[in-house]
């Protein structure tokens, strides 16, 4: 099985604050996603990358940027944290194309 | 338009019953159908895949695509309160990485 792992489940900092959160997937996947999801505005794509050190923007990057060093971990980094980016974020990865996307369990984030 | 419509819900049946899910989509190139199953404070789950037009049973799953209609459903015969969750569709363009997600309906099993 699949197996996404992010680092945290629930996280609270302040605005101003620069925060990383961290996901890895075991299945040696090319592509892999950070998602936010907000009540009634669904699943919002920030970023994504199909290989290591390449990223592409999604529907929402503003205010976000990725890392990928390596091709099972890909990180998420709120520049300054603002208390708009309180948020569920979701990490997923898939194979190279056609593939369906596998999620961990998510990070709640709040920022005060 | 949305890209991906799905009726929100609540959608509330009781046990036993045969719950019908859907979604309309707009894009033609749409190849690949999946349908994601998310309980409550987790992550959503694979729950089935499908290429193209056709049915596709996995238990008391079936997922439906009609591509003429560009329609796409999910059944679930004898519901159980356990399938009380958010179910998302999301179609992918074949060749694509990046998925559509519709808005999710929020199924409840009353025992």
């Known amino acids: 099985d699949v197996k996404v792992t992010q680092s945290s489940r629930y996280l609270v900092k302040r605005t101003g604050e620069k925060v990383f959160l961290e996901c890895v997937q075991d299945m040696d996947h090319e592509n892999m996603f950070w998602y936010r999801q907000d009540p009634g505005l669904g699943l919002r794509l920030i970023y994504f990358?199909?290989?290591?050190?390449?990223?592409e923007k999604g529907d929402i990057p503003e205010g976000y940027s990725v890392s990928r060093e390596k091709k099972e971990r890909f990180s998420l980094i709120l520049e300054s944290a603002s208390t708009n980016q309180t948020s569920m974020y979701l990490c997923?990865?898939?194979?190279?194309?056609?593939?369906?996307?596998?999620f961990g369990d998510g990070t709640r984030l709040s920022i005060l | 338009q949305k890209e991906v419509e799905q009726d929100p819900g609540p959608l509330s049946v009781p046990e036993g019953a045969i719950v019908s899910l859907n979604c309309t989509y707009s894009n033609s190139a749409f190849q690949y159908f999946m349908w994601y199953r998310q309980y409550s404070r987790k992550g959503p789950e694979l729950l089935m895949y499908t290429y193209s037009s056709g049915n596709k049973e996995d238990g008391r799953f079936t997922a439906q695509v009609d591509k003429s209609s560009k329609y796409i459903s999910l059944f679930i015969r004898d519901s159980q309160p356990s399938d009380s969750a958010t179910y998302l569709c999301?179609?992918?363009?074949?060749?694509?990485?990046?998925?559509?997600f519709g808005q999710g309906t929020r199924l409840t099993i009353n025992p």
């Open positions: 990358s199909y290989d290591v050190k390449m990223k």
């Open positions: 999301a179609p992918l363009i074949q060749g694509a990485q990046k998925l559509v």
């Open positions: 997923a990865s898939s194979g190279l194309v056609d593939q369906p996307q596998h």
